[in-house]
T-cell receptor, first 111, second 113 residues
Framework: GQQVMQIPQYQHVQEGEDFTTYCNSS?????IQWYKQRPGGHPVFLIQ?????EVKKQKRLTFQFGEAKKNSSLHITATQTTDVGTYFC???????????FGTGTRLKVLA | DVKVTQSSRYLVKRTGEKVFLECVQD?????MFWYRQDPGLGLRLIYF???????EKGDIPEGYSVSREKKERFSLILESASTNQTSMYLC????????????FGSGTRLTVV
């Protein structure tokens, strides 16, 4: 079945450093979504990417969808302590309403 | 503020008990989902529903069933709880189209002893 893997599983960075998490799917996706889960909280929707090669920005966050629509990345510039949490990608294939979530990357930011 | 409400934040049940986890959304969303979240495994889909009385199995449906009698309510049922069903259970809802993100509830942490 469809699998979505994320790397790294954990990342500790100093405040101000950059951070990137990568998402890889075993199958071609129709779109991909990104979520953030704060410690003790629930996942919150950040963004959706649909087009091959698409790049979207939200302030210090940059999201990319690969040309082959099988991978994606989330890059945070100059991390802050408020960026702490687990970031999940979630991919969907055509003709289905369900999203398969990646394993998540837990980010810790050291002040 | 739109909401997905899960009936219990924490729940402790005994092995063999029948367990009901309730989820209600007030956004008139067509799709509703049940996931379980375990460390290192991410979120795994148990069941989902795209309409009243409709349900489809996710990736790990064994040991679970669901009920959707009304559009706003989606219930997850553990027919006979086992210790390996100890987990965080997350309910989510979304509009029918693929272009919308999920709205998650706060989760129910279930412990089966």
């Amino acid at each position: 079945g469809q699998q979505v893997m994320q790397i790294p599983q954990y990342q500790h960075v100093q405040e101000g450093e950059d951070f990137t998490t990568y998402c890889n799917s075993s199958t071609t996706l129709s779109n991909i979504q990104w979520y953030k889960q704060r410690p003790g909280g629930h996942p919150v929707f950040l963004i959706q990417l649909v087009k091959s090669g698409e790049v979207k920005k939200q302030k210090r966050l940059t999201f990319q969808f690969g040309e082959a629509k099988k991978n994606s990345s989330l890059h945070i510039t100059a991390t802050q302590t408020t960026d702490v949490g687990t970031y999940f990608c979630a991919g969907s294939t055509s003709g289905t309403y369900k999203y398969i979530f990646g394993t998540g990357t837990r980010l810790k930011v050291l002040a | 503020d739109v909401k997905v409400t899960q009936s219990s934040r924490y729940l402790v049940k005994r092995t063999g008990e029948k367990v009901f986890l309730e989820c209600v959304q007030d956004m008139d969303h067509e799709n509703m989902f049940w996931y379980r979240q375990d460390p290192g495994l991410g979120l795994r889909l148990i069941y989902f529903s795209y309409d009243v009385k409709m349900k489809e199995k996710g990736d790990i449906p064994e040991g679970y069933s669901v009920s959707r009698e009304k559009k706003e309510r989606f219930s997850l049922i553990l027919e006979s709880a086992s210790t390996n069903q100890t987990s965080m259970y997350l309910c989510a809802s979304s509009l029918l189209a693929q272009n919308y993100g999920y709205t998650f509830g706060s989760g129910t942490r279930l412990t089966v002893v």
